[in-house]
């Protein structure tokens, strides 16, 4: 099963997951509160994931869930890459491209990853893996997610702050208008702005998505009109009938209909030969008679 999983390819099923499915995975499994896939280009939550997957192969102590710098992340990579090498799973890891945090490749490898342990424990949580405590292993407290969202509802109870004291400067009446008015209008605005930004980047991931899937396609089309090109086998009707769809000029209209009529005559006429040197072998037979 591992390997199966292992060797899945970029059309694979797996890779159509969504990052809403992702991260309730993370979060259920784990007991996190991601909200975002790069908030696991540290490869704490993948340690994990093996460590639940695996129970006691992952070093634990060695996994670091307060990585900042790329130099932590990629430590936590090489735990990843020694626990795949111990399990003969023959995954790379693209380290470069995790630590610098882009969507898309931390979805995809995620998305990867859940395929995998889904391949090994048949997509059942193990009720008995206590993640909080396995998490707590090294010895210290530590927080998962980072310090992305503290710092963003700081900022958010600051501004309300702010703007409750400026109301109350100028009469008796400011303090219950920035209570009523000004701090809820932040809290509006700033979940406005998180939806939005979470709009923008299911947007770019469907982009990249189709753009990675778009050359995938491009590639294979390129290896057909090489392989028709082949003085070999160019001149072959299947292989001219493939370069009229490949190089019909016009969108609109296809050329399906007349590939097929170009191997339907292909096809007669070899037949025709073929029973002109059947009569032919057959009038020999009877003269030889």
């Known amino acids: 099963m591992a390997m199966s999983a292992a060797n899945i ?12 499915e992702i991260l309730t995975w993370i979060n259920a499994t784990l007991q996190l509160n991601l ?14 994931m093996m460590d639940m997957t695996h129970p006691g192969v992952v070093p634990m102590h060695k996994v670091n869930f307060d990585a900042r710098t790329e130099y932590d992340m990629i430590q936590n990579y090489k735990v990843l890459q020694e626990v795949f090498n111990k399990l003969k799973i023959e995954k790379h890891i693209e380290v470069n491209k995790l630590v610098k945090g882009r969507p898309l490749d931390n979805l995809e490898f995620l998305q990867w990853l859940k395929r995998y342990c889904d391949s090994v424990n048949g997509g059942i949580m193990n009720e008995n893996y206590n993640p909080v405590e396995r998490r707590c292993k090294g ?4 927080n998962p997610k980072g310090s992305h969202k503290v710092s963003k509802s700081l900022q958010v109870n600051s501004l309300a702050n702010n703007a409750g004291l400026g109301n109350g400067t100028g009469s008796k009446t ?7 008015g000004s701090v809820p209008a932040v809290a509006n605005s700033a979940r406005e702005i998180q939806e939005l930004s979470d709009q923008i980047m299911d947007l770019k991931l469907s982009v990249d998505h189709l753009e990675k899937e778009r050359d995938f396609y491009f590639s294979k089309l390129l290896e057909i009109e090489i392989l028709c090109r082949n003085p070999e086998l160019e001149n072959l009707p299947m292989a001219m009938t493939i370069k009229k769809i490949l190089y019909a000029a016009d969108a609109k209209e296809s050329a399906l209909t007349e590939a097929q009529g170009l191997i339907s005559r292909s096809m007669n006429l070899d037949s025709d030969e073929t029973d002109k040197k059947n009569n032919l072998d057959a009038a020999e037979v009877e003269d030889d008679s």
């Open 139 to 142: 010895g210290k407290e530590r």
């Open 35 to 48: 909200s975002r896939v790069e908030e696991a280009a540290s490869g704490a939550v993948q340690c994990q």
């Open 9 to 20: 390819g970029m059309m694979d099923g797996a890779y159509f997951v969504g990052r809403n």
């Open 174 to 180: 400011g303090p219950k208008q920035g209570k009523s």
